[in-house]
């Protein structure tokens, strides 16, 4: 009878608003402006009576009424209709201005009810139809489609999505006409990016690429948001993530045929009919397409680049505009990626209109930055393929190779550009386009050198040899400019000069090796520059770090040479060179942005283990180190112990606490490269740098452990003493699996872990806990171990450390240990990490748990939430504790690991609950707790959890009292609540202060939930579901909330009568009243009335015992 009703009250809706639909309403003369108003109030009743209605449960009723103006259909089994859909795209297009908006609010009201439908049809598994085909593409988009027409268009016999997504399309790109109103295009987008990329994601993608170019900012927004390149227009990464990739199903072949291929004069307009806005969302949406986690080198890159090929084409020579200048620049993207792995990409570069020749053009005019540097990358990638430029019988000879590439021309036209640098006729872009071109065009030839035939052609060989030292140096002389675009062009140029994909770096030239030494002097002016006090600039400091740690890799075979002459000695001036990044840890461009710490690390890293193995002429490779620093001695020393002597042995001991402190992301750096490596292939356990690691291992975690409890220390600085320790637990799993490294390893360095931390495996306890006894024990053995001359570190941190620096990680130590799993101390402190460094796509892999941990249980954060899963229910009051830690600092890092563990927000609201009798019981045992802070973290604790609970959620049961706790294994509710306010009165009169206030946080809390409790009224069903229950379910859920409510106020009015009221603390006291007034007022009569004449005469006593003394004087 209600569907009925209100089908009715749909039908009798759609009726009235059919005629604006169709365009068909006539306007009143002006001198009818009542009448005006009339229609425009029902035409507004209307649209609030379809809103209602597609947002109430009649919206899901299996006959699907709202969908076709209230006509009801025969059968439960009937298809979804279109009709309504149809009418109110038709308002939004047709209504007057003052009723758009509510024209489209329905409109979002009915896209919600069939999202909702197409949820109920795939999670019950309603009779879903086999695969149909596309809609057909030369059908007319922009033909009226009438609610005649579309209510024939009806699935068959059984619901099913793929049909109503057949019907929707035509709709869709009706609505999305140019010519449409706004409102119109808008809901377009909405519908397709909300409903049918769920039904039909292909021809759904054709839409939104479409709407793209839409000259409304919103409508492009949404459908760059749906496509999911809103943020990634124009970036270097094309390589993204699942959440990135619209869909990991959809094959990407599919994707090109229905953008790329067909007929140009198809009624859906493709790429080549797209707006040029258009075009550059779709081909960066492609890119992201093909390069997704899912299908990575998974598609065929050939139309695409073909694609792209023809776009440059079609504007060669032209002046752009801004917005083809975005295109241009996606093209050159395309072409820089996809010619950097697929020799397909290449040789349809070679055979093009837009070839070699107009790319190198490009790359040193063209107006956009972005297009010189990608065209001068795309370059760089076809000169290295040789296959590409002989004829295939032979292996070509490295003259014949440079006289094949025209290499030779390429480099004079950028050597000529760069010479300008000191001239009155610079060109800054043809100088940032020359320095990206000439880095290509070194290392391509370098790399040619090292694999190419013996030379016949000698003469242009030498040419060759002579531009590209030149090039180097020209490089190296613009690194210090004033204008910063070429400062960086020059510094990026030389990390794009001498970068390399091996392990070992390629062997320097000697006839590179004064023009490299010039290069490497001028770095080292250029660090110093600009990380002094007067010159300081964080960019273009990171941009030489990178620079200068490819570079002293580089130069690694030439260390020991020295020039004859003037010229500039190559073995000095790579060590000046090292000093200079030293130099920077700690220094005035250092405290202006801390990350370059671990730009530092990376690049002494690089420069440690630019070779991995062999014997140095130095001869001092197996020396052990001197109790001091040497400055002749580390000079002399190979660069893997290089690094870690100047390190250990003179930063970390600097009084500067900001030098300190820089060096544990350098540390980072550098052990994590080894664990890094290690666990990725066995074979780089040999390589002399990670056996220097590893052979200070314990230097490493004992810095780590310092540097973690310093009190100066910033958040990069503990975080990376987190990562390192985690990784100098992979870098020993790695050592074990290689049988390099025993068990015995692996405990020694827990050990001394969790001593730092005021734990060990013997006591599962709180980590702010030591009994006398094991107290007594600790010094037996500290007493032992010092007879024998062995290094101690003091329980409760490391040597002369406070116990408070390192609170949070006694906690997580505590959580490790109660699980009995020591090595989840690891990820739970790579969890607790969260500084936005650890987010940058270069770096979010390298310092992963998975990388760092390897072989030792390194798994995602994904993975290792699913891993504590099982434990979570001891896990959860100690990590809720924690967060509650009086301790701002331990709050904080507790706080970052909870919401990385759980997720946090409904998440975590949603793992309490699960777990939430453990956690109340826990916490309350720890609010009696000896130690203040435990206390005061639980009762903080307790006051975030029990808000909005109900008796059922606290564990049911009937009136129970008798609180005698060693009798008691299952509290019920009443035992829980009693509990609660007994931890509450007794924090309100603690002796420290930070215990005080939260107790009286959690007395306002236990207060609101106590009279939330008495109150029959209130309901702990949601709204939302409240609405959809029967009078009989309702009735039912009425009386079982007025029973609940008659324990609870007879539980807590006795309490609070006989305890509460009798409190020595005036404050608790007074919280007691409050509470006892509320539930007075809320309470039933009868549940107040065997409690009557006590209740009133403790309030009267109450209200005596708070008088002010000098009122009693008076009386």
Request: charged share 20%; proline share 3%.
């Given at each position: 009878r209600l569907r009925q009703i209100l089908a009715r009250a749909m039908a009798g809706t759609c009726s009235i608003l059919a005629p604006t639909a169709s365009g068909e309403s006539s306007s009143p003369s002006s001198n009818s402006t009542r009448a005006a108003n009339i229609q425009i109030e029902v035409r507004n009743s209307c649209y609030g009576v379809v809103s209602t209605l597609a947002r109430s449960k009649f919206s899901v009723d299996t006959h699907y009424a709202v969908f076709d103006c209230g006509k009801t259909a025969e059968s439960v089994s009937a298809a979804i209709s279109t009709s309504t859909a149809v009418m109110l795209f038709g308002c939004a297009a047709n209504e007057a201005d003052v009723l758009r908006p509510r024209a489209t609010s329905a409109l979002d009201a009915l896209l919600g009810s069939y999202v909702r439908v197409v949820e109920v049809i795939n999670q019950t598994g309603h009779t879903k139809a086999s695969a149909q085909p596309t809609p057909n593409a030369d059908e007319n988009p922009w033909a009226t489609l009438t609610a005649t027409t579309a209510s024939q268009q009806i699935l068959s016999d059984h619901v099913s999505a793929d049909a109503l997504a057949r019907s929707l399309f035509p709709l869709m790109w009706t609505a999305s006409n140019p010519k449409k109103s706004k409102s119109s295009r808008i809901g377009a987008v909405r519908w397709t990016a909300s409903l049918l990329l769920g039904l039909d994601k292909v021809n759904a993608v054709h839409l939104l690429c479409f709407l793209t170019g839409d000259e409304d900012m919103t409508v492009s927004m949404i459908a760059k948001q749906a496509l999911r390149v809103d943020?990634?227009?124009?970036?270097?990464?094309?390589?993204?993530?699942?959440?990135?990739?619209?869909?990991?199903?959809?094959?990407?072949?599919?994707?090109?045929?229905?953008?790329?291929?067909?007929?140009?004069?198809?009624?859906?307009?493709?790429?080549?009919?797209?707006?040029?806005?258009?075009?550059?969302?779709?081909?960066?949406?492609?890119?992201?397409?093909?390069?997704?986690?899912?299908?990575?080198?998974?598609?065929?890159?050939?139309?695409?680049?073909?694609?792209?090929?023809?776009?440059?084409?079609?504007?060669?020579?032209?002046?752009?505009?801004?917005?083809?200048?975005?295109?241009?620049?996606?093209?050159?993207?395309?072409?820089?990626?996809?010619?950097?792995?697929?020799?397909?990409?290449?040789?349809?570069?070679?055979?093009?209109?837009?070839?070699?020749?107009?790319?190198?053009?490009?790359?040193?005019?063209?107006?956009?930055?972005?297009?010189?540097?990608?065209?001068?990358?795309?370059?760089?990638?076809?000169?290295?393929?040789?296959?590409?430029?002989?004829?295939?019988?032979?292996?070509?000879?490295?003259?014949?190779?440079?006289?094949?590439?025209?290499?030779?021309?390429?480099?004079?036209?950028?050597?000529?550009?760069?010479?300008?640098?000191?001239?009155?006729?610079?060109?800054?872009?043809?100088?940032?386009?020359?320095?990206?071109?000439?880095?290509?065009?070194?290392?391509?030839?370098?790399?040619?050198?090292?694999?190419?035939?013996?030379?016949?052609?000698?003469?242009?060989?030498?040419?060759?040899?002579?531009?590209?030292?030149?090039?180097?140096?020209?490089?190296?002389?613009?690194?210090?400019?004033?204008?910063?675009?070429?400062?960086?062009?020059?510094?990026?140029?030389?990390?794009?000069?001498?970068?390399?994909?091996?392990?070992?770096?390629?062997?320097?030239?000697?006839?590179?090796?004064?023009?490299?030494?010039?290069?490497?002097?001028?770095?080292?002016?250029?660090?110093?520059?600009?990380?002094?006090?007067?010159?300081?600039?964080?960019?273009?400091?990171?941009?030489?770090?990178?620079?200068?740690?490819?570079?002293?890799?580089?130069?690694?075979?030439?260390?020991?040479?020295?020039?004859?002459?003037?010229?500039?000695?190559?073995?000095?001036?790579?060590?000046?060179?090292?000093?200079?990044?030293?130099?920077?840890?700690?220094?005035?461009?250092?405290?202006?942005?801390?990350?370059?710490?671990?730009?530092?690390?990376e690049a002494l890293a690089r420069y440690a283990d630019a070779l991995g193995s062999g014997e140095w002429s130095t001869g001092k490779d197996c020396e052990e180190w001197p109790e001091k620093y040497d400055e002749v001695y580390a000079s002399a020393l190979p660069p893997h112990r290089h690094v870690l002597f100047t390190l250990f042995q003179r930063d970390l001991a600097a009084s500067n606490p900001l030098k300190r402190n820089a060096c544990a992301a350098a540390l980072l750096a550098l052990v994590g490269h080894c664990a890094r490596n290690a666990n990725a292939d066995e074979s780089s356990i040999q390589r002399s740098f990670v056996l220097e690691v590893w052979k200070h291992l314990s230097l490493f975690q004992q810095a780590f452990l310092k540097l973690l409890a310093d009190p100066k220390s910033k958040q990069l600085s503990r975080e990376s003493c987190c990562k390192g320790l985690a990784a100098c637990r992979g870098l020993v799993a790695a050592m074990a699996a290689s049988d390099c490294s025993d068990a015995q390893d692996v405990t020694v360095l827990n050990d001394k872990l969790l001593k730092a931390f005021g734990q060990t495996t013997n006591y599962g306890g709180s980590a702010m806990m030591e009994t006398e006894g094991e107290a007594r024990e600790r010094r037996n053995t500290d007493n032992d171990m010092a007879g024998e001359g062995v290094d101690r570190t003091d329980v409760g941190g490391a040597a002369g450390i406070s116990e408070a620096s390192l609170e949070a990680y006694k906690e997580m130590a505590a959580c490790a240990l109660s699980l009995n799993q020591v090595d989840v101390l690891y990820s739970l402190m790579i969890l607790s990490t969260n500084h936005p460094v650890w987010s940058v796509s270069t770096m979010k892999d390298k310092y992963s748990a998975r990388a760092l941990l390897g072989k030792a249980n390194g798994a995602s954060i994904e993975e290792i939430r699913v891993s504590l899963r099982p434990h979570l229910k001891n896990l959860v009051p100690k990590l809720l504790r924690a967060c509650n830690d009086p301790s701002k600092m331990t709050a904080t890092q507790m706080n970052v690991l909870w919401v990385a563990l759980t997720g946090g927000g409904s998440e975590s609201r949603a793992l309490i609950s699960e777990h939430l009798l453990s956690t109340i019981d826990s916490l309350i045992k720890d609010a009696g707790s000896k130690l203040w802070k435990a206390r005061a973290g639980a009762c903080g604790a307790l006051s975030d959890v029990i808000v909005g609970r109900s008796w059922n959620e606290l564990g049911g049961g009937g009136v129970e009292v008798d609180d005698e706790g060693i009798f008691v294994t299952s509290p019920t509710a009443s035992l829980r609540l009693i509990r609660l306010w007994k931890v509450a009165m007794r924090a309100i009169d603690d002796v420290r202060t930070p215990v005080r206030e939260r107790g009286e946080a959690l007395g306002r809390g236990v207060k609101a939930l106590t009279i939330r409790l008495c109150d029959p009224t209130s309901t702990d069903t949601p709204e939302d579901k409240d609405i959809f229950l029967s009078d009989l379910q309702r009735r039912e859920k009425e009386k079982e909330n007025e029973t609940t409510a008659e324990y609870a106020a007879t539980v807590s009015l006795g309490w609070l009568v006989k305890y509460g009221l009798n409190q020595a603390c005036a404050e608790a006291t007074g919280i007691c009243i409050s509470t006892l007034l509320g539930i007075v007022e809320v309470a039933k009569p009868s549940t107040l009335q065997p409690v009557l004449s006590e209740l009133i005469g403790s309030l009267l006593m109450a209200m005596s015992g708070l008088e002010p003394a000098a009122l009693n004087y008076l009386q």
């Amino acid at each position: 009878r209600l569907r009925q009703i209100l089908a009715r009250a749909m039908a009798g809706t759609c009726s009235i608003l059919a005629p604006t639909a169709s365009g068909e309403s006539s306007s009143p003369s002006s001198n009818s402006t009542r009448a005006a108003n009339i229609q425009i109030e029902v035409r507004n009743s209307c649209y609030g009576v379809v809103s209602t209605l597609a947002r109430s449960k009649f919206s899901v009723d299996t006959h699907y009424a709202v969908f076709d103006c209230g006509k009801t259909a025969e059968s439960v089994s009937a298809a979804i209709s279109t009709s309504t859909a149809v009418m109110l795209f038709g308002c939004a297009a047709n209504e007057a201005d003052v009723l758009r908006p509510r024209a489209t609010s329905a409109l979002d009201a009915l896209l919600g009810s069939y999202v909702r439908v197409v949820e109920v049809i795939n999670q019950t598994g309603h009779t879903k139809a086999s695969a149909q085909p596309t809609p057909n593409a030369d059908e007319n988009p922009w033909a009226t489609l009438t609610a005649t027409t579309a209510s024939q268009q009806i699935l068959s016999d059984h619901v099913s999505a793929d049909a109503l997504a057949r019907s929707l399309f035509p709709l869709m790109w009706t609505a999305s006409n140019p010519k449409k109103s706004k409102s119109s295009r808008i809901g377009a987008v909405r519908w397709t990016a909300s409903l049918l990329l769920g039904l039909d994601k292909v021809n759904a993608v054709h839409l939104l690429c479409f709407l793209t170019g839409d000259e409304d900012m919103t409508v492009s927004m949404i459908a760059k948001q749906a496509l999911r390149v809103d943020k990634t227009l124009g970036e270097d990464d094309v390589l993204c993530t699942k959440d990135s990739a619209v869909d990991d199903t959809v094959p990407f072949e599919e994707l090109v045929h229905i953008l790329l291929i067909g007929d140009t004069e198809s009624p859906r307009p493709k790429y080549a009919r797209f707006h040029v806005r258009a075009q550059t969302a779709t081909i960066r949406f492609l890119l992201q397409q093909l390069y997704s986690e899912d299908s990575l080198y998974g598609g065929d890159c050939s139309r695409l680049v073909a694609t792209a090929l023809n776009s440059l084409a079609s504007y060669k020579g032209k002046t752009l505009s801004r917005e083809e200048t975005d295109l241009i620049d996606e093209c050159s993207i395309v072409l820089s990626t996809c010619t950097s792995n697929s020799r397909d990409a290449r040789k349809l570069v070679i055979g093009s209109g837009f070839g070699t020749a107009d790319l190198s053009a490009q790359a040193l005019t063209s107006n956009s930055s972005k297009t010189r540097r990608h065209f001068a990358l795309a370059m760089g990638h076809l000169y290295e393929d040789q296959s590409l430029w002989g004829d295939g019988s032979q292996d070509l000879s490295l003259g014949s190779w440079a006289k094949s590439t025209k290499l030779l021309f390429s480099a004079k036209a950028c050597e000529e550009s760069l010479h300008t640098l000191s001239g009155t006729n610079l060109v800054v872009g043809q100088v940032h386009g020359a320095a990206f071109l000439g880095a290509a065009c070194v290392r391509a030839f370098r790399l040619a050198a090292e694999s190419s035939n013996p030379d016949t052609n000698a003469k242009i060989v030498d040419k060759c040899w002579e531009r590209i030292a030149s090039i180097v140096s020209l490089l190296g002389e613009g690194l210090a400019h004033a204008d910063v675009a070429i400062g960086n062009a020059c510094s990026r140029g030389l990390v794009v000069a001498f970068s390399y994909e091996s392990r070992d770096a390629p062997i320097l030239n000697g006839r590179l090796f004064s023009a490299f030494a010039k290069a490497l002097a001028a770095l080292n002016g250029a660090l110093k520059r600009f990380s002094s006090i007067d010159h300081s600039d964080a960019t273009r400091a990171g941009s030489l770090i990178e620079a200068a740690g490819l570079l002293l890799a580089a130069s690694t075979s030439g260390a020991g040479h020295t020039q004859s002459g003037t010229e500039v000695d190559l073995g000095p001036t790579r060590l000046q060179c090292v000093e200079a990044l030293f130099a920077i840890l700690g220094s005035t461009v250092y405290r202006k942005d801390d990350e370059l710490a671990l730009s530092v690390g990376e690049a002494l890293a690089r420069y440690a283990d630019a070779l991995g193995s062999g014997e140095w002429s130095t001869g001092k490779d197996c020396e052990e180190w001197p109790e001091k620093y040497d400055e002749v001695y580390a000079s002399a020393l190979p660069p893997h112990r290089h690094v870690l002597f100047t390190l250990f042995q003179r930063d970390l001991a600097a009084s500067n606490p900001l030098k300190r402190n820089a060096c544990a992301a350098a540390l980072l750096a550098l052990v994590g490269h080894c664990a890094r490596n290690a666990n990725a292939d066995e074979s780089s356990i040999q390589r002399s740098f990670v056996l220097e690691v590893w052979k200070h291992l314990s230097l490493f975690q004992q810095a780590f452990l310092k540097l973690l409890a310093d009190p100066k220390s910033k958040q990069l600085s503990r975080e990376s003493c987190c990562k390192g320790l985690a990784a100098c637990r992979g870098l020993v799993a790695a050592m074990a699996a290689s049988d390099c490294s025993d068990a015995q390893d692996v405990t020694v360095l827990n050990d001394k872990l969790l001593k730092a931390f005021g734990q060990t495996t013997n006591y599962g306890g709180s980590a702010m806990m030591e009994t006398e006894g094991e107290a007594r024990e600790r010094r037996n053995t500290d007493n032992d171990m010092a007879g024998e001359g062995v290094d101690r570190t003091d329980v409760g941190g490391a040597a002369g450390i406070s116990e408070a620096s390192l609170e949070a990680y006694k906690e997580m130590a505590a959580c490790a240990l109660s699980l009995n799993q020591v090595d989840v101390l690891y990820s739970l402190m790579i969890l607790s990490t969260n500084h936005p460094v650890w987010s940058v796509s270069t770096m979010k892999d390298k310092y992963s748990a998975r990388a760092l941990l390897g072989k030792a249980n390194g798994a995602s954060i994904e993975e290792i939430r699913v891993s504590l899963r099982p434990h979570l229910k001891n896990l959860v009051p100690k990590l809720l504790r924690a967060c509650n830690d009086p301790s701002k600092m331990t709050a904080t890092q507790m706080n970052v690991l909870w919401v990385a563990l759980t997720g946090g927000g409904s998440e975590s609201r949603a793992l309490i609950s699960e777990h939430l009798l453990s956690t109340i019981d826990s916490l309350i045992k720890d609010a009696g707790s000896k130690l203040w802070k435990a206390r005061a973290g639980a009762c903080g604790a307790l006051s975030d959890v029990i808000v909005g609970r109900s008796w059922n959620e606290l564990g049911g049961g009937g009136v129970e009292v008798d609180d005698e706790g060693i009798f008691v294994t299952s509290p019920t509710a009443s035992l829980r609540l009693i509990r609660l306010w007994k931890v509450a009165m007794r924090a309100i009169d603690d002796v420290r202060t930070p215990v005080r206030e939260r107790g009286e946080a959690l007395g306002r809390g236990v207060k609101a939930l106590t009279i939330r409790l008495c109150d029959p009224t209130s309901t702990d069903t949601p709204e939302d579901k409240d609405i959809f229950l029967s009078d009989l379910q309702r009735r039912e859920k009425e009386k079982e909330n007025e029973t609940t409510a008659e324990y609870a106020a007879t539980v807590s009015l006795g309490w609070l009568v006989k305890y509460g009221l009798n409190q020595a603390c005036a404050e608790a006291t007074g919280i007691c009243i409050s509470t006892l007034l509320g539930i007075v007022e809320v309470a039933k009569p009868s549940t107040l009335q065997p409690v009557l004449s006590e209740l009133i005469g403790s309030l009267l006593m109450a209200m005596s015992g708070l008088e002010p003394a000098a009122l009693n004087y008076l009386q």
